[in-house]
């Protein structure tokens, strides 16, 4: 049963502090997703890898994150120094870029809160 | 730029058909999607339109008009499980998500 996993699930900490998220794709999927979600800005890109290429980060606040391919199996999301208003949760997702729906499989989500 | 535009909430009655509908402003277009995102838990991928035209899938079914930049997700015979929050993305070379939808479905 493939899916989409992220650790750690939930993350409480305090502001100032790094955060680092990880996300593992589903094996043979080339693309990988970074999204945010919270209930007053919905869903969110923040940043999306092909070929563990970085093709568009243009939603993610380059002062404070970044986002890493490491290798084909391991995605990472990090953010240093954290705010509260970072709080929110944090979606990873992959697909096989080159179906025909290109459908995105995402992943249980990291609850993130920053005091 | 891009605007996705769907209705807040809606509420449907158990047994009946509920209609969601998103209108979309973009440039540049190769598809879209509608996802099922239940209260505390990830999107999961219901449809995909990237032709005009409906496209059926058991109770579910998804309407495209590109020139319109409208779709619709038609549900059928709704169950109170079908109460969830219905996402439209619209893909271009990115992903992007309007707010949602969320149902209510009531007995």
Redesign the interface.
């Known amino acids: 049963d493939a899916r989409v996993t992220q650790t750690p699930r939930h993350k409480v900490t305090e502001m100032g502090q790094e955060v680092t998220m990880r996300c593992q794709p589903i094996l043979g999927h080339n693309t990988v997703?970074w999204?945010r979600q919270t209930m007053m800005q919905?869903?969110?890109?923040l940043a999306?890898f092909r070929n563990r290429a970085p093709?568009?980060d243009s939603g993610m606040p380059k002062d404070r994150f970044s986002a890493e391919m490491p290798d084909a199996t391991l995605a990472t999301l990090k953010i240093q120094p954290s705010e509260p208003r970072d709080s929110a949760v944090y979606?990873c997702a992959s697909g096989l870029g080159r179906e025909?729906?290109?459908?995105?499989?995402?992943?249980?989500?990291t609850r993130l809160t920053v005091l | 730029g891009q605007n996705i535009d769907q209705p807040t909430e809606m509420t449907a009655t158990e047994g009946a058909i509920v209609q969601i509908n998103c209108t979309y402003q973009t440039s540049g277009f190769n598809g879209l999607f509608w996802y099922q995102q239940h209260a505390g838990e990830a999107p999961t991928f219901l449809s995909y339109n990237v032709l005009d035209g409906l496209e059926e899938k058991g109770r579910f079914s998804s309407f495209l008009s590109r020139s319109k930049g409208y779709s619709y997700l038609l549900l059928k015979e709704l169950q109170m499980k079908d109460s969830a929050s219905y996402l439209c993305a619209v893909r271009r070379t990115d992903m992007r998500f309007g707010a949602g939808t969320r149902l209510t479905v009531k007995p």
């Open positions: 997703f999204y919905g869903l969110e890109l999306y093709l568009d979606f025909r729906t290109d459908t995105q499989y995402f992943g249980p989500g």
